[in-house]
């Protein structure tokens, strides 16, 4: 049964999807009023989650999505996707929208009202091309542009794969945006985080600190329960049965040692220039001997 939905999922046309995703987003919003007292009311009519793919987004949205976070918070989940927004339309006041897809530029220009925060989850820009390579190849759903780009890496060898996926992010505005928002001005409103601090050894940490920037006091025993209910490894046994349908295929930082090599890092650093250097991770080092597509 878990297999059929996981398909159904998976091949369902876009259109019936954006339908689903918004009857059952309703739903969980009108259990969440009916059955979840709210202890503490957000000083903030929005908070804002904006990132790019491939940067943890469904892992954010679930957690976001939690009843904790609507008892210590007040505002409900909102994903604008199946509600068919389109910028630079205003967003409902009382949510926590997850996730804009947006540059920083076109974050500012989305008309708000009243008090908001804001947060940008970046990722190391070489472990986001791995990613999108094996996402793009085998389990993201088919939406957008991934059944074209899915047919021209399923046609290719791995390395000109990867070749693809850099040109393919570079044209699409992944690396501008995260350089875009690591060099927006430092201001109370908005906070850039990294995935890899947030999901690391010092995560409950971040996670607290994150809480705080949007004004969701969480007591430290209810955060280290959410965070353990959403921890990586049990997202991802849960789609252990079908690991080609799986978001969380390995979400490790620095995997992308394993599959570059000096060809693909010389096309990276033409695409990219000094956006590593920008976002302040270590430089290149040596590639090691790729371990296999897994």
Known sequence: MKRAIKLTKHYTPNSLRVVARRVMGNAHNAKLQLTVPVEVRSEFENIFHCTVRKAGSQWVKALFSDPVIY???GLLPYDPRPHNWRYPQPLPPGRIVSSLFVSYNGFMNIPKSGRYRTFFILRDPRDLVVSGYFSYRSSHTAMGDVLQVRKVLQEKPFKEGMLHVIEHLANKGTFRSLRAWAKAPNTETVRVCRYEDLTGERQADEVEQLMRHCGIPIPPAELAALLSRYSFSRMRNTQASDPALSHYRKGK??????????????AFAAATGDLVEVLGYPGYEAPATRDGDS
């Open 253 to 266: 930082p620095g995997d992308w040692r394993n599959h570059f090599d000096d060809d693909i890092y010389e």
């Open 71 to 73: 008892r210590y918070s």
